[in-house]
């Protein structure tokens, strides 16, 4: 069995006012994620797409942390080790194909 997992992000899901092309860049993964798998599920191939929200990278380093955490239900960004796991689930479980798994906190709840 093929899997494929893509890398979007929650703005995808929710948008984010000043966020408009990233956005939309990131909901056309969302498309892309359902109609491949759709394509591709009689031969046994599963496409999905990990959308996180505020991971601790290189991306996020600029941002006020207080504000932005402030935002997020669990109340800290997540660690790039939490979006790998979500990875590692997608990839592992044999019956979930063309899904959006949200990997951030909580925050689409306050979005």
Known sequence: MF???????VVGVKGNAGQCVYSASKAGL?????????EVATRNIRV??????????DMTA???KQEAVRRIPL????????VAQAVVFLLESPYITGQVLLVDGGLQLAL
């Open 30 to 38: 969302e498309g892309f994620t359902c109609s491949l798998a759709k």
């Open 62 to 64: 600029g941002l006020e």
């Open 3 to 9: 899997n494929h997992v893509s890398s979007g992000s």
């Open 75 to 82: 109340g800290r960004f997540g660690e790039p080790a939490e």
């Open 48 to 57: 999905n797409l990990v959308a996180p929200g505020f991971i601790r990278t």
